[in-house]
């Protein structure tokens, strides 16, 4: 297992040269010159010199590559061009903010999805299945920016029950301890951040969500379906248990092992940022920052975010492989000889 | 509940007058059914009469089982033989109410200790399975779910049926594992299935089976994924428990060499039909039913390998069970078809204590009573008249 978790580690390294070599390249082919954005428009020619001079933008690209990863080797991701902060430090600024959204729409997602999925299975082509059928199909071809607005108008505009956008109420902003608002304010002791926080977070969490629940119904249904039809679960309704123990002992525990990766991938796409729904929802996360500084062609944000999400990804998909071994024992991942 | 239900086949009174006795006797175990809890007179303890079951599917319904009665006494072997897709394993999975839909029983009970098993609700019929009523599956590699040590799915049903806490069902798990022949079970009862070979885990399949100490163990192809020598293993295993427990067995097979060495009596079914119902030593000894011959006439025998003749087969296929044949399922196979066969149904009728499915031993049949033996047929089909043996 150990052999195994190093080896997946190892391999984060090439995984990261390569999004680096990519994103760097991609970022100054196609984007423009960030001078002119930094300095305005009216700027002087020497200005503009003098600025890529001092940014390093004037050498060799090879060279600015070499020198990027030099420095992201020793935990430097560089300055931004326009706040001139440490990237990493903007990084962390609103990195909390995406994951407890994607936590909380991973776990809207999972617990829907799997719920919708199961139940779709065992009353195959009942109500309930077409049911959850068309629920999954209307998740996926959603566009979110306009499910994130129908919710906005609905649940905010018409009944006034949730807030419209933002993370919080600034006036009840817990004090910044883990940049995490629902943890900040249990440290703090401050219920009414915790709560008024909380119903911040259902609306974007069900718009991002929504994809993502409905991939995982599909999975779990196919995946059901599959288990049900197995003689394990004959075996299981042989011995005499109740139904609900056939269906949620026997054939979801099978179930799940797919289900799983589609739970890590999804939230590893979740974690890389929500684009819309954090536009949607004014959500001051990694996603609108990555807009934002793709706009403003902020080379050193977009490189970091980039990394990060690579690195992410990485890290989920490990430990989505690290629970399938928990879920199903005849995946042994050290080489450990078994009769 | 008096007279013959519907479910029953029909029954010839034959000479003899052991047979008629025998009649009798299972007349009588049909007009009363048992006390509850207790045992018939006759030690009856499954009865199935006129079961049928149906599969609805999309280009018609398959009729899996049509009006199978047979009867289980208590601590009897019982085999249902048959080819692939007669029926048998449907039925075993209707008595259990196992079945999913789309197969659907639609016709018949099963009477167990007098109660009928196919309108029992949920709660009690989850009681009688894995407690009173256990089985066994034909793929060991498959029927064992993956994901769970054979502890985890050993103590299930004993600490559902008889109650124990975890320690106790470990323990009882521990010991049926040491009664079916597992080593060092103590250890091996952490492993999981896919750490084991075909013939421990269906060891462990007959651990599960047992533990709860059934009265009734269903055997579906118990050994057919075994090899040859682990295939011996375990219905001397069998055997050698149903001896000691005192249980009944009904054991589901298509392989005649395994009903010789186990089964008291044998059910054939064709079609899911029963067409002959015998001892096994009346099967053996004198088949009666062109099917059976034809069964037994299709095994190889040590004799054979200096024959020039090539191994007899039946000749054709089993029909397509969405188009059976109109009259005899078997008549398009059967080498001693008359005009009759093909129009009209024949009967489930009593002769000399067996039951058979053929107008050619139906009373007052001209062509009746002609019994063939293995050797008889195989000397080249040489029809020995016996009339002697069959009621007028």
Not at chain 1, 270 to 281: D, H, K, N, R, W
Not at chain 2, 275 to 280: F, K, L, S
Not at chain 2, 335 to 363: M, N, S, Y
């Amino acid at each position: 297992m150990l052999k195994f978790i190093i080896k997946r580690v190892l391999m984060v390294i090439p995984v990261m040269i390569g999004v680096s070599i990519i994103v760097f390249s991609l970022m100054r082919v196609f984007s423009p010159d960030p001078a002119p954005i930094v300095l305005g428009q009216h700027a002087t020619q020497e200005a503009i010199t003098t600025w890529r001079m001092a940014n390093g933008l004037d050498k060799p690209v090879v060279v600015q590559y070499l020198t990027y990863l030099w420095g992201a080797l020793q935990g430097d991701l560089g300055v931004s061009y326009f706040s001139k902060a440490s990237v990493a430090k903007e990084i962390g600024a609103r990195f909390p903010a995406t994951i407890e959204l994607a936590i909380a729409a991973i776990i809207f997602a999972s617990i829907f999805g799997i719920l919708l999925g199961v139940v779709a299975a065992v009353k195959k082509n009942s109500i309930f299945d077409a049911a959850g059928s068309l629920i999954a199909l209307v998740g996926v071809s959603i566009p979110i920016f306009w499910l994130g607005i129908l919710l906005i108008m609905f649940f905010s505009g018409f009944l006034h029950l949730l807030p419209s956008g933002g993370r919080i109420n600034v006036l009840l902003e817990p004090a910044r301890v883990t940049g995490f608002y629902m943890v900040d304010a249990v440290i703090a002791g401050d219920w009414a951040a915790l709560k008024d926080a909380l119903l911040h977070l259902v609306l974007p969490s069900l718009a991002l969500g929504m994809y993502s629940m409905a991939i995982i119904t599909r999975m779990t249904r196919s995946s059901m379906l599959e288990s049900l039809g197995q003689e394990y679960v004959r075996t299981a309704r042989a011995k005499g248990l109740r139904e609900i123990k056939v269906v949620g002992k026997h054939a979801l525990r099978n179930s799940l092992i797919p289900v799983t990766t589609v739970i890590g991938l999804q939230f590893g796409a979740l974690l890389g940022g929500a684009l819309l729904t954090e536009s949607v929802f004014s959500w001051p996360g990694i996603g609108k920052f990555t807009v934002d500084s793709i706009l403003k062609s902020d080379f050193p944000v977009v490189q970091g975010i980039v990394l990060l999400v690579a690195l992410i990804f990485v890290t989920v998909n490990l430990v989505a492989d690290l629970v399938y071994a928990y879920l199903d024992p005849r995946i042994k991942y050290a080489s450990k000889k078994e009769g | 509940m008096t007279g013959v239900p519907p479910g029953e086949p029909m029954t010839v009174t034959a000479g003899p007058a052991g047979t008629a006795a025998a009649c009798a006797a299972e007349a009588r175990g049909v007009a009363e059914p048992p006390p509850k809890g207790g045992h018939g007179e006759a030690g009856l303890l499954l009865q199935v009469r006129g079961l049928s079951t149906d599969f609805a599917m999309k280009k018609g319904t398959v009729h899996a089982v049509i009006d199978v009665s047979f009867s289980v006494r208590e601590g009897e072997v019982l085999a249902i033989v048959g080819e692939s897709g007669s029926g048998k394993s449907v039925a075993a999975l209707s008595v259990l109410g196992l079945l999913q839909p789309p197969g659907r029983c639609v016709a018949g009970e099963v009477l167990y200790k007098g109660r009928d098993l196919l309108k029992l609700p949920k709660g009690e019929m989850r009681d009688i399975r894995g407690n009173h009523i256990s089985m066994i599956f034909q793929e060991p590699m498959t029927s064992l779910n993956p994901v769970f040590t054979i502890e985890d799915q050993l103590t299930e049903s004993i600490r559902l049926h008889l109650k124990l806490d975890r320690r106790a069902a470990v323990k009882r798990a521990v010991e049926m594992l040491r009664l079916v022949g597992i080593p060092s079970p103590e250890k091996r009862i952490k492993d999981y299935p896919h750490q084991m070979s075909g013939g421990m885990r269906q060891r462990v399949m007959t651990a599960m089976a047992l533990s709860c100490d059934p009265d009734l163990l269903i055997a579906d192809e118990p050994t057919t994924a075994l090899d040859v020598t682990i295939q011996a293993q375990i219905l001397a295993l069998i055997s050698d428990l149903r001896d000691k427990i005192g249980m009944a067995v009904i054991l589901i097979t298509h392989d005649l060499g395994v009903v010789a060495e186990t089964a008291d009596r044998v059910i054939v079914m064709y079609c899911g039909q029963v067409v002959e119902e015998a001892t096994t030593e009346q099967l053996f000894e004198r088949p009666l039913h062109p099917y059976t011959l034809g069964l037994l006439r299709s095994i190889p025998t040590m004799e054979d390998t200096e024959a020039t003749e090539p191994l007899y087969m039946i000749r054709g296929m089993v029909p397509n069970p969405l188009h059976l044949p109109r009259g005899c399922a078997f008549a398009p196979r059967c080498d001693r078809r008359r005009a009759r066969c093909a129009a009209e149904q024949p009967a489930l009728i009593e002769v000399e204590g067996r039951k058979l499915r053929c107008f050619l031993f139906e009373p007052g049949c001209n062509q009746a009573a002609t019994a063939l033996s293995p050797e008889s047929a195989q000397a080249g089909g040489a029809v020995r008249r016996a009339d002697s043996e069959v009621a007028p």
